[in-house]
């Protein structure tokens, strides 16, 4: 996480140097607005990432072959991994054979309409 804060200073730092040669000064302003304006969406997309993680691990679906794509990563941020790949248009979908319920049937559907109804209607 270090080398990361590190990195992103270092390209800020970098970028607002190039700012001293008048043909990079736009293209570093442009650069800085567009940073500066993604970021609404950017919190709205991670929202939409985390209510649909949720609602997944609620019906009780699995990711395929998560031992193989995701060795070293607790259950949670697999998930969210899958599902944020699965928004960008990745096709490795989750596994969603243990959703049907024998005793049940239906049961985590109504679970999950009647959170999303809440949720919506707030």
């Known amino acids: 996480m270090l080398e990361l804060t590190i990195l992103i200073c270092s390209f800020i730092k970098l970028l607002y ?3 001293i040669f008048e043909q990079f000064g736009f293209l570093v302003q442009m650069v800085a607005k567009t ?5 609404p969406f950017m919190a ?6 985390f209510f649909f993680t949720i609602s997944s691990i609620i019906l009780g679906s699995d ?5 193989d794509e995701y060795p070293k990563v607790n259950w949670f941020l697999a998930w969210l991994i899958q599902i944020y790949r699965n928004s960008i248009g990745d096709i490795n979908t989750p596994d969603y054979s243990g959703l049907i319920d024998e005793e049940n049937p239906g049961k985590q559907y109504v679970l999950i309409g009647t ?3 809440f949720w919506f209607l707030n």
């Open 17 to 19: 140097f190039l700012r």
């Open 35 to 39: 940073c500066k304006e993604v970021l």
């Open 44 to 49: 709205f997309f991670m929202l939409w990432i």
């Open 63 to 67: 990711i395929k072959d998560k031992d």
């Open 115 to 117: 959170i999303w109804t």
